[in-house]
C-alpha cells in the first residue's frame, strides 16, 4: 500500500470507529471542519490532560487561563494579524482550484527528499551490514543528482520567502514544471496575497455593528491578560501562562484531513522572561516539548526539528518541531522568540503600561517571550497515524490494531463475559463496578471472543479482561494485553494495579 492509500484507509478507519467524522456530514460536509466522536474526543481529552498537567502542574511557575473566543479587534491590529496575517494564493486556470504557492513549492522539495531516502533504502538492502550511509549519500549518482536539484529549488524558495517575492513564487513552480493534481497542467494565475482570519459582526446593523474577528490563535488572549494574571496571582518572572482553546483559520487548501482545518483547537503557552535571556529560555523549552513528545513512546527517530530560515520580523529564532506524518515530516508545534513585540504593541495600541517591575534589579521592563504552541488536532492525527497498524496472525488471518499510547487510549479496559449466562455477566458487572472509578470502559457480551478482541483492538483499549466459568471457583480473570496479545490469569482484587501501572497518566508525567 502507498503511504497515500495507506491516509485513506486510516481516515476510513476513523469514520468506521468513532474517532473522527466529517462535519455537518448528512449536507454532504464541509471542507476542512471535522466533528470527533465518541472515541476521538476521549483520545483528544487525554492529550489535553497529558499537555495541560504537564505545563501547569509540573511547572510551579505556569498557570493557566481561559480566555473569549471573540475579542476587542484593536487586539488584531496590534498583534500584526489584520495586516500581515496572509498566505499567498495562486489559482490554476483551468482546474478554477486554488492552492497556496509555499505549500506547492514544498511538496514538490518533499517528494525530492522522498526519492533520495528511496534510493538510500535500497542502497540499505542491496548491500547489508557493510552499508555505509554518509558515503552512499556522497557517491551515489542518483541521489546526487536529486540533491543538487533540492538545493537549488530550496535556495530560490527560501530567498523567495526572505524577500517575500511572490513572482519568484511564481517563476519557481513554472520552473519546476509543478502541475495542478486536477487539471495536470502549468496554467497559473499570479500569486496574491489573502487574508486568513474569518471576521463577523457583533451588535445589530441598527446600534451600528462592530466588525470583530474569530481568533486565529489563542495567544492574544494570553498577552491582553498579562497583567490581570501576573498581579493576581503575584507571579514572578520568569513566569507562564498556558491556555488550550479553539482558534479559526479561513485556510486556502483544505487537505489533509485533520492536519490543516479551518476550526481546530491550540495548546499555547507564552513564557514571560527578563530580556536578554531568551536565547538561553528557547533552547530549555526546546528540550522540554521534545521530551514530552518523546515520551509518549512513539519513537524519538520520529520527530525533527526545522529551525526557520525567514524569521517574522518580531522573533529572533523560530522552530518547528515536526513529526514523520504519512504524508512526510511536517509541523507539529512551534516554538517562538516573540520577544516583546506583542506585550509592546499592546502598551502601545491600548495606551495601557505592561511592564514587569523586576525588584532584584529595580528596575522595569516589557518581558520578552518564549512560546510554545501545539495543534491538538495535529497532535491527535500524529497519534492516530502512528498508531494504525495491519498485523497478520497465524493461520491467514490478519487485525488491525490502534497502538495508541496506553496513557492517551479513549477506552482503557473491556470486561467480557465469555458467554451471557451461567452467572457470568453478574461477575462481570461486579469487575466493572471495581473498575469504572479509575478507568474509561467497555462492557461487551455480544460475538465470539475473538470478534470482540477485533473490535478493542481496532479503538486502542490496551486490555480485554475475561470472565470465564473458572472465574466463579478461583475468583480469577483472563487479561489480554493489546500490543504483544498474551494472556494471563489475574484475580479480580490485582486488576486494578495492573492497568494503572501502564495507563496512568502520572507514569507518563513522572517520567518526564
Ligand atoms: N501563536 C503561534 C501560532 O499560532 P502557528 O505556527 O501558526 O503559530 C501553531 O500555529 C500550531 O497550531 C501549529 O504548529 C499547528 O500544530 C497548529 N495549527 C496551525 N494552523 C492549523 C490548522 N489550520 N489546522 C490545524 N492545526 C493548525
Known amino acids: 500500500m502507498t503511504q497515500d492509500e495507506l491516509f485513506k484507509v486510516l481516515v476510513a478507519h476513523c469514520k468506521e470507529y468513532g474517532f473522527i467524522f466529517p462535519s455537518s456530514e448528512i449536507y454532504d460536509g464541509l471542507a476542512a471542519v471535522y466533528d470527533y466522536g465518541q472515541m476521538g474526543v476521549q483520545l483528544k481529552n487525554n492529550i489535553k490532560n497529558y499537555w495541560w498537567e504537564a505545563m501547569t502542574r509540573l511547572n510551579e511557575n505556569i498557570v493557566g487561563i481561559d480566555s473569549a473566543i471573540f475579542m476587542h479587534p484593536r487586539i488584531w491590529e496590534a498583534s500584526g494579524h489584520v495586516g500581515a496575517f496572509n498566505d499567498p494564493l495562486i489559482d490554476n486556470k483551468d482546474s478554477k482550484k486554488r492552492y497556496r504557492a509555499d505549500v506547492l513549492i514544498e511538496d514538490y522539495l518533499g517528494k525530492i527528499e522522498e526519492k533520495i531516502e528511496k534510493e538510500v533504502a535500497k542502497g540499505r538492502k542491496k ?72 471576521s463577523t459582526s457583533v451588535g445589530s446593523t441598527a446600534d451600528g455593528a462592530n466588525l470583530i474577528y474569530l481568533r486565529p490563535e489563542t495567544a492574544q488572549g494570553i498577552f491582553v491578560n498579562y497583567l490581570n494574571v501576573q498581579k493576581t496571582g503575584r507571579m514572578k518572572i520568569p513566569f507562564g501562562i498556558a491556555q488550550i482553546g479553539k482558534a479559526f483559520r479561513n485556510e486556502i487548501v483544505a487537505r489533509q484531513f485533520i492536519f490543516r482545518m479551518r476550526e481546530f483547537e491550540q495548546m499555547e503557552m507564552q513564557f514571560f522572561i527578563k530580556p536578554g535571556t531568551e536565547l538561553e529560555w528557547f533552547k530549555k523549552w526546546k528540550e522540554t516539548r521534545m521530551k514530552w513528545h518523546v515520551n509518549l513512546g512513539m519513537g524519538a527517530e520520529n520527530y525533527r526539528f526545522h529551525d526557520h530560515e525567514k524569521l517574522a520580523h518580531y522573533a529572533n529564532a523560530a522552530t518547528d518541531i515536526e513529526f514523520n506524518f504519512p504524508f512526510g515530516f ?86 467480557m463475559p465469555l458467554v451471557k449466562k451461567d452467572g457470568l455477566p453478574e461477575v462481570a458487572q461486579k469487575v466493572v463496578d471495581e473498575l469504572k472509578y479509575d478507568f474509561s470502559y467497555q462492557y461487551d457480551e455480544k460475538d465470539s471472543i475473538g470478534k470482540r478482541y477485533r473490535r478493542q483492538d481496532a479503538i486502542g483499549t490496551p486490555f480485554c479482561v475475561t470472565i470465564d466459568h473458572d472465574t466463579l471457583t478461583d475468583g480469577m480473570v483472563t487479561v489480554r494485553e493489546r500490543d504483544t496479545m498474551q494472556q494471563e490469569r489475574v484475580k479480580i482484587e490485582d486488576l486494578r494495579a495492573l492497568i494503572e501501572k501502564k495507563v496512568s497518566l502520572t507514569t507518563l508525567l513522572r517520567n518526564l
Not at 167 to 195: H, K, L, M
Not at 336 to 359: A, M, V, W
Not at 371 to 399: F, K, N, P, Q, W
Request: with cysteine; aromatic share 10%.
Open 127 to 198: 548491500f547489508g551490514e557493510a552499508f555505509d550511509e554518509a558515503q552512499f549519500r556522497a557517491t551515489n549518482p542518483n541521489v546526487l543528482r536529486e540533491q543538487a536539484k533540492w538545493d537549488e529549488v530550496h535556495n530560490r524558495y527560501v530567498a523567495a520567502e526572505k524577500a517575500n517575492d511572490f513572482a519568484e513564487y511564481r517563476q519557481i513552480i513554472i520552473d519546476c514544471n509543478i502541475v495542478c493534481p486536477i487539471s495536470g497542467t502549468c496554467n497559473w494565475t499570479e500569486v496574491r496575497q489573502f487574508n486568513l482570519m474569518f
Open 330 to 415: 511536517k509541523e507539529l508545534e512551534g516554538i517562538h522568540s516573540r520577544t516583546n513585540f506583542d506585550l509592546g504593541n499592546h502598551q502601545k495600541f491600548s495606551g495601557k503600561k505592561i511592564e514587569y517591575f523586576d525588584p532584584e534589579e529595580n528596575t522595569s521592563y516589557t518581558p520578552y517571550v518564549i512560546e510554545t504552541s501545539i495543534g491538538v488536532d495535529r497532535m491527535v492525527l500524529a497519534v492516530l497515524s502512528h498508531a494504525y497498524t495491519v498485523e497478520e496472525l497465524e493461520g491467514g488471518d490478519s487485525r488491525v490494531v490502534m497502538k495508541i499510547p496506553a496513557p492517551l487510549a479513549p477506552i482503557k479496559v473491556a470486561v
